[in-house]
């Protein structure tokens, strides 16, 4: 439940090897690359320099940027008809990545499997164009088979023109209307399913002219090949003779596609993944460098993946390389990757949709879990509600694309059953089950001082963890004398006291003592950076102008102490909410009783679950995240850091 340790990782080695030790590391999914020609021009770039060396060192000066390859968009185009041909049905084979290959000897081969299986592919589409073509114009011309006309006699029309075609409803009236306009006999031969079908014959004189209101008429032809002759009849039967030979044709060559595909389906596989490949060792070479003879990599590699690294590398004979720990990278930005148990880890999307934790912070995944299952559950506790939410979490769960979420939503139900038994609720009735600790309705009072007691030891913890930051990141004025650290904590304790006193009635600790000590943290907070800077032995003493550092300083205390007080009563909305959730319950019961019947009663309760699970489930999740963000965040963590992100294929 903390940060993974980073080692910088340095390789040079022989340029002709650079693809196949790319090809393994992206295959090991550890290793995130650095930008290897900005670590050598920042003299960051480490290794150790002997006689077997000298050459490696020498070509430094001589260093370049890859020249991307980026293997042919023809290769690209292909596979995508791969998949069309395979119907989506096809996978990548990374086994066979690890054997060494000749990425272009595997594009000479697939060609070949290219041209025997789009053939087959092409005629299929072909056939099957030309079938949807020969139904569109059968499904239309159908609607003229009692037209006792020889269309090769309406071919050898010499001085006339006709046409077959459709129109809608309203551009037949349209028609109608400009009969006197249009020098042409006009069939109206039947109605289709697109509209009313005709047979229009005019002079070939008028062409032009009777186009243009045809095409005003949105007039849509039905074309007749001319390999369709007699009679429409006629033509009927051969059509449907043309469909049967050329379905039956498109069932031979399919079946003898799927032969082809079956015989060819593990060497596409296999290219499939090694154009892949390919396409990511360009990626990687992106952040990489080289000189005639070498490759230079720089990479970050989680300190426990450190001797599986070295291992995978082993096998390369003359390849250097070298790792250093973060203490040898003090100017570097180390990148974080977080490491939580099972339990923690769905959390991780909540913290990054804050920040990512920096390397030298405490991950807040932990924290945030257990707190923020914890206000769920008080502010929303019901056993049976709580149930429905766990199993829409398991639900969730199936698809892959809301899993996370799937599994915070069980946690958070999980919670909301607990707290549901701590009140003795289940779907919003108070007489089903025993209350194990409390009934918030009938203890107001206790509730709403509970979630207040409740968030100040939150904000006590939120306190440690910014001191405990602030060691890490060897910061000594926010550490010892910010709002954060412990001069702040100090004051937070004080105003406690000092208010509790006033509140219960009693002195916890002297009024005069208290000022004292309020002006002694209040002037560390003021004086923070020339007394940082006096023990830390740094001149000057401001880095800024005096007068708009204590300004600035002045303000800043009043906003701390605003905070203060305005963070901790805001946790009073946890038992506000948890008095809501059982109130908003009552109304649906009023509701129900007030409705009379035994039916309409359940009917009003069902709705009422249904809202209350709902509508009150995402606005306890957003207030749950409000508190974790601005109350509790906003005091110890930053968020600033950079995610490890390792190139994977």
């Given at each position: 439940m903390a940060v993974e340790k980073m080692s910088m990782m340095s390789i040079v080695g022989d340029i002709d090897e650079v693809d196949n030790v790319v090809k393994d590391l992206i295959l090991s999914g550890k290793v995130s690359l650095v930008n290897a020609l900005k670590q050598i021009e920042e003299n960051s770039f480490m290794f150790n320099v002997d006689d077997r060396n000298v050459e490696k060192v020498i070509e430094l000066n001589s260093i370049t940027t890859f020249e991307n390859k980026k293997y042919c968009k023809d290769c690209m185009d292909k596979i995508e008809e791969f998949k069309d041909i395979y119907g989506g049905n096809i996978k990548l084979n990374p086994l066979c990545l690890n054997e060494k290959y000749d990425l272009d000897e595997a594009i000479e081969s697939i060609n070949i499997v290219y041209d025997k299986l789009m053939k087959p592919y092409r005629e299929i589409n072909s056939l099957k164009q030309e079938l949807n073509q020969i139904d569109e114009f059968y499904r239309n011309f159908v609607y003229i088979k009692d037209v006792d006309v020889n269309i090769d006699d309406l071919r050898r029309l010499e001085y006339f023109k006709y046409v077959f075609g459709v129109l809608s409803k309203e551009d037949r009236i349209?028609?109608?209307?400009?009969?006197?306009?249009?020098?042409?006999?006009?069939?109206?031969?039947?109605?289709?399913?697109?509209?009313?079908?005709?047979?229009?014959?005019?002079?070939?004189?008028?062409?032009?002219?009777?186009?243009?209101?045809?095409?005003?008429?949105?007039?849509?032809?039905?074309?007749?090949?001319?390999?369709?002759?007699?009679?429409?009849?006629?033509?009927?039967?051969?059509?449907?003779?043309?469909?049967?030979?050329?379905?039956?044709?498109?069932?031979?060559?399919?079946?003898?596609?799927?032969?082809?595909?079956?015989?060819?389906?593990?060497?596409?596989?296999?290219?499939?993944?090694?154009?892949?490949?390919?396409?990511?060792?360009?990626?990687?070479?992106?952040?990489?460098?080289?000189?005639?003879?070498?490759?230079?990599?720089?990479?970050?590699?989680?300190?426990?993946?450190?001797?599986?690294?070295?291992?995978?590398?082993?096998?390369?004979?003359?390849?250097?390389?070298?790792?250093?720990?973060?203490?040898?990278?003090?100017?570097?930005?180390?990148?974080?990757?977080?490491?939580?148990?099972?339990?923690?880890?769905?959390?991780?999307?909540?913290?990054?949709?804050?920040?990512?934790?920096?390397?030298?912070?405490?991950?807040?995944?932990?924290?945030?879990s257990i707190t923020y299952m914890f206000l769920f559950g008080a502010m929303f506790g019901d056993l049976g509600q709580g149930m429905?939410?766990?199993?829409?979490?398991?639900?969730?769960?199936?698809?892959?694309?809301?899993?996370?979420?799937?599994?915070?939503?069980?946690?958070?139900?999980?919670?909301?059953?607990?707290?549901?038994?701590?009140?003795?609720?289940?779907?919003?009735?108070?007489?089903?089950?025993?209350?194990?600790?409390?009934?918030?309705?009938?203890?107001?009072?206790?509730?709403?001082?509970?979630?207040?007691?409740?968030?100040?030891?939150?904000?006590?913890?939120?306190?440690?963890?910014s001191i405990l930051n602030s060691i890490k990141r060897k910061d000594l004025k926010e550490g010892l004398f910010g709002k954060n650290g412990v001069a702040g904590f100090g004051f937070y304790i004080l105003l406690l006291l000092l208010l509790g006193g006033k509140l219960l009635g009693k002195t916890i600790i002297p009024m005069g003592i208290g000022e004292i000590f309020a002006v002694i943290f209040i002037a560390l907070m003021i004086f923070k950076e020339p007394l940082s800077n006096l023990l830390l032995k740094k001149r000057p003493l401001y880095e800024e102008d005096v007068s708009s550092y204590y300004i600035e300083s002045s303000f800043s205390i009043l906003e701390t102490l605003l905070s203060m007080?305005?963070?901790?009563?805001?946790?009073?909305?946890?038992?506000?909410?948890?008095?809501?959730?059982?109130?908003?319950?009552?109304?649906?019961?009023?509701?129900?009783?007030?409705?009379?019947?035994?039916?309409?009663?359940?009917?009003?309760?069902?709705?009422?679950?249904?809202?209350?699970?709902?509508?009150?489930?995402?606005?306890?999740?957003?207030?749950?995240?409000?508190?974790?963000?601005?109350?509790?965040?906003?005091?110890?963590?930053?968020?600033?850091g950079i995610e490890f992100k390792p190139i994977k294929f």
């Amino acid at each position: 439940m903390a940060v993974e340790k980073m080692s910088m990782m340095s390789i040079v080695g022989d340029i002709d090897e650079v693809d196949n030790v790319v090809k393994d590391l992206i295959l090991s999914g550890k290793v995130s690359l650095v930008n290897a020609l900005k670590q050598i021009e920042e003299n960051s770039f480490m290794f150790n320099v002997d006689d077997r060396n000298v050459e490696k060192v020498i070509e430094l000066n001589s260093i370049t940027t890859f020249e991307n390859k980026k293997y042919c968009k023809d290769c690209m185009d292909k596979i995508e008809e791969f998949k069309d041909i395979y119907g989506g049905n096809i996978k990548l084979n990374p086994l066979c990545l690890n054997e060494k290959y000749d990425l272009d000897e595997a594009i000479e081969s697939i060609n070949i499997v290219y041209d025997k299986l789009m053939k087959p592919y092409r005629e299929i589409n072909s056939l099957k164009q030309e079938l949807n073509q020969i139904d569109e114009f059968y499904r239309n011309f159908v609607y003229i088979k009692d037209v006792d006309v020889n269309i090769d006699d309406l071919r050898r029309l010499e001085y006339f023109k006709y046409v077959f075609g459709v129109l809608s409803k309203e551009d037949r009236i349209k028609l109608r209307k400009n009969y006197e306009n249009i020098l042409a006999i006009v069939f109206h031969t039947g109605s289709s399913e697109n509209g009313e079908v005709y047979l229009i014959i005019y002079p070939d004189s008028v062409k032009e002219e009777t186009e243009r209101i045809l095409k005003s008429l949105n007039f849509k032809e039905i074309y007749v090949p001319e390999y369709f002759s007699g009679t429409p009849e006629e033509i009927l039967k051969n059509i449907e003779a043309k469909r049967r030979e050329i379905a039956k044709k498109i069932s031979e060559l399919e079946e003898s596609l799927n032969k082809l595909k079956d015989a060819y389906l593990e060497e596409v596989e296999d290219f499939l993944a090694k154009f892949y490949m390919s396409e990511k060792i360009d990626e990687a070479k992106e952040q990489m460098a080289c000189s005639n003879h070498f490759f230079y990599l720089s990479a970050w590699v989680p300190e426990v993946n450190r001797a599986e690294i070295e291992n995978i590398l082993s096998k390369y004979e003359g390849l250097l390389v070298v790792f250093n720990d973060e203490n040898e990278m003090l100017n570097r930005k180390i990148p974080t990757k977080l490491k939580n148990n099972k339990i923690f880890k769905p959390f991780e999307t909540l913290v990054r949709m804050y920040g990512i934790p920096s390397y030298n912070e405490l991950d807040p995944t932990p924290f945030l879990s257990i707190t923020y299952m914890f206000l769920f559950g008080a502010m929303f506790g019901d056993l049976g509600q709580g149930m429905i939410l766990f199993i829409g979490g398991l639900l969730l769960l199936r698809k892959q694309e809301n899993k996370v979420f799937g599994q915070i939503l069980t946690r958070l139900g999980l919670s909301s059953m607990i707290f549901g038994v701590f009140y003795g609720a289940f779907f919003g009735f108070e007489d089903v089950i025993p209350a194990l600790l409390i009934r918030p309705f009938e203890n107001i009072n206790t509730i709403l001082i509970s979630a207040v007691v409740i968030g100040v030891f939150l904000i006590f913890i939120s306190y440690i963890y910014s001191i405990l930051n602030s060691i890490k990141r060897k910061d000594l004025k926010e550490g010892l004398f910010g709002k954060n650290g412990v001069a702040g904590f100090g004051f937070y304790i004080l105003l406690l006291l000092l208010l509790g006193g006033k509140l219960l009635g009693k002195t916890i600790i002297p009024m005069g003592i208290g000022e004292i000590f309020a002006v002694i943290f209040i002037a560390l907070m003021i004086f923070k950076e020339p007394l940082s800077n006096l023990l830390l032995k740094k001149r000057p003493l401001y880095e800024e102008d005096v007068s708009s550092y204590y300004i600035e300083s002045s303000f800043s205390i009043l906003e701390t102490l605003l905070s203060m007080l305005s963070g901790t009563v805001s946790f009073i909305r946890v038992g506000a909410f948890a008095l809501t959730h059982v109130g908003l319950f009552i109304a649906f019961q009023t509701i129900g009783k007030m409705i009379g019947t035994q039916l309409g009663n359940v009917i009003v309760l069902l709705i009422g679950n249904i809202i209350i699970i709902g509508l009150e489930g995402l606005i306890v999740f957003i207030q749950g995240l409000r508190l974790e963000y601005y109350e509790l965040f906003s005091r110890y963590y930053e968020g600033e850091g950079i995610e490890f992100k390792p190139i994977k294929f």
